[in-house]
């Protein structure tokens, strides 16, 4: 068989069977971009073969964002393996990134941010914890982890239902259910060196309506420690090292409920 560089891009397409199993996946253009290094139309599965099942590849090249974002994923990737977890179902993108990424010092900052949900995604929100007050229905999160100077950090990793944590909840005249997520981060890429995060939890919180998302927080199981500004410090005793720092947030009318 002739090499594709040889033949005309149609021809290749319709000679070389891999190229034909990507086409719907692919625009001619960058179909031949990718392939361009290899000599002949067997070479790209040839490549492949050893380190990543070809249902894997097509799995990969299916639901990659763009032909070239899979491209440069391959030549930064460690492995091929680790490009197809990222792709498996489930699985965002950013997986990779956090699967190379290093790991955090000792001295990088961290803190709790504070979240809401759409029902579909977490949303920062334009004013603090302390001044925001979720409707009935809302859904908030809080996660600890890494957080640069002047950034948000992570999310937390789950978005719950409110039907599915709340919906039974019955409420009386003035008071709201509002669903509460704690994301105490990863072991590896959130915790102070030695420390190990508590699981996550999910809550239904019934409070005053008028209660913030720092209110809501506030519980016997959480016990939040805040600074002198309401910045929250440790959740839970949690990062260890601000078990004793600041003081402890009163627990006032929020009442969890139930657990998901």
Known sequence: MAPIRQLPLVAALILSPLAAA????????????????????????????????????????????????????????????????????????????????PAPGPDAPRQWTFWQSDGLAWLTQPVGASLAAPADGDVIGWRFGVAPTGAEGESPREVPSFDKVCGSQAVSSGQKRVVLAVDFGDTNGDAYPGDIPPASTVTCVVAPTSATGLQLLASPGTRPRVDAQGTVLAVSDYPTKAQSTGRPLPVNSPTPTSDD
């Open 22 to 101: 990507y086409a719907p996946a692919l625009t001619s253009t960058a179909l031949a971009a990718a392939y361009a290094p290899a000599s002949t139309s067997t070479a790209p599965a040839a490549a492949y073969a050893p380190a990543l099942p070809s249902d894997a590849l097509a799995a990969a090249y299916a639901s990659a964002p763009t032909p070239n974002t899979l491209t440069a994923a391959y030549v930064s990737a460690s492995t091929p393996n680790t490009l197809a977890a990222a792709y498996a179902p489930g699985h965002a993108w950013d997986a990779l990134a956090a699967a190379s990424a």
